[in-house]
């Protein structure tokens, strides 16, 4: 099942949340693990449909929301970001490699989404990828879950470190 959601904003920014789950087949790739064989792993992507410059808290607040809304109706989900070096954002901190701040800013997104709304039980897997011959390369993919899945992320987070 692949979804998508709509996020605008009084400023007149836009901004679609897709989810597409990876199928079975793809999974078996990473794992063989039962357990982690009965999750559904979804790949979000956000796309900026209208608008420019810096994406504000209220559009992160109003993503985090939809993302918390869709983890807490689907108890098997994992969402799975994946900040690669082929998109260049505006950013506060250009010392950053662009991939980098996403993966920071997805990461902040989702610590300041669930302290302000006293949620507990759900993890962050953070996981670097490094290219060991262009830095600038280098990827990171999130797994967002619950707590007791953590063992399946941390698995297949093993896997793609050693790629």
Same mark, same amino acid.
């Given at each position: 099942m692949d979804l998508s959601f709509d996020i605008k904003?009084? #400023?007149g920014d836009q901004i679609m949340v897709a989810l597409s789950y990876y199928d079975a087949e793809? =999974?078996?790739m990473f794992s063989t693990d039962p357990k982690t064989l009965t999750l559904i792993?979804?790949?979000v992507t956000l796309v900026r449909k209208k608008g420019d410059g810096y994406v504000g808290h209220k559009m992160l607040?109003? =993503?985090s929301d939809t993302l918390a809304k869709f983890l807490n109706e689907n108890e098997d989900a994992v969402l799975c970001f994946y900040c690669d070096s082929g998109t260049d954002i505006k950013r506060s901190h250009s010392n950053l490699l662009p991939q980098e701040y996403r993966s920071a800013l997805f990461s902040r997104m989702f610590e300041w989404y669930t302290k302000? @709304?006293?949620i507990s039980g759900f =993890?962050? @897997?953070?996981v670097k990828i490094e290219d060991r011959e262009r830095a600038e390369n280098t990827q990171f993919a999130h797994f967002i879950?619950? #707590?007791c899945h953590q063992d399946a992320v941390n698995a297949i987070g093993h896997l793609l470190m050693e790629k």
């Open positions: 904003n009084t #400023e793809t =999974i078996r792993f979804y790949d607040y109003a =993503i302000s @709304h006293s =993890i962050n @897997h953070r879950c619950r #707590e």
